[in-house]
């Protein structure tokens, strides 16, 4: 599967136009519940709603079966988070789930796992909010700074909080490291 045409440029200009809203700069690590905050959603821990034994149980059916989840209550959007993943992950989680929203997609699928009922978008739309909160994550101009310092993966994921495979996909995807290497 592939992005439609012109959605990677389109992503980045999104992404550093909710940046400047956020008064960030190009380069600033994005905190993905001030983010939520100015898009007016709330994010919610899946561990207030069941038990943690019960996500567990879950984990270990089908692990990473449930990451986050974007419901509509009463017309606000609300993100429910899984409180076993890493700091990295959620913000990345986060950041998919938002991306949803800024997308405009809509929950229409309906998966099963364990019993319990999921909603999900098609997998076009997936593949474009992974890529959309990979770019709100770590933007290309963010990106080309970092391999210009000589940061490696794990100091990028580190600084910016995400996870290292989050770091690994922007930096595989936006072709900074060529064009620094190329100069």
């Known amino acids: 599967m592939t992005l439609p045409r012109g959605f990677k440029a389109n992503a980045e200009r999104e992404a550093l136009r909710l940046r400047r809203e956020l008064a960030l700069s190009d380069t600033d690590p994005l905190n993905v519940d001030d983010l939520a905050d100015h898009l007016k959603v709330k994010i919610v821990s899946a561990e207030k709603l069941v038990s943690r034994t019960r996500l567990e149980e879950l984990e270990r059916v089908q692990a990473y079966a449930f990451s986050a989840a974007t419901f509509q209550v009463s017309g606000k959007s609300i993100v429910v988070t899984n409180p076993l993943r890493t ?76 996870t290292e495979e989050m770091a690994r996909y922007r930096y595989n995807t936006t072709g900074v490291a060529k064009q620094v290497r190329g100069r």
């Open 87 to 162: 700091p990295g992950r959620r913000a990345s989680d986060v950041a998919h789930e938002l991306s949803h929203l800024v997308l405009n997609h809509d929950l229409t699928e309906i998966r099963e796992v364990n019993g319990m009922p999921f909603r999900t978008c098609r997998p076009d739309e997936e593949e474009q909010a992974t890529a959309f909160g990979g770019t709100l994550m770590l933007p290309r101009p963010l990106l080309l700074g970092a391999v210009r310092r000589q940061w490696g993966l794990v100091q990028i994921a580190e600084h910016y909080g995400v």
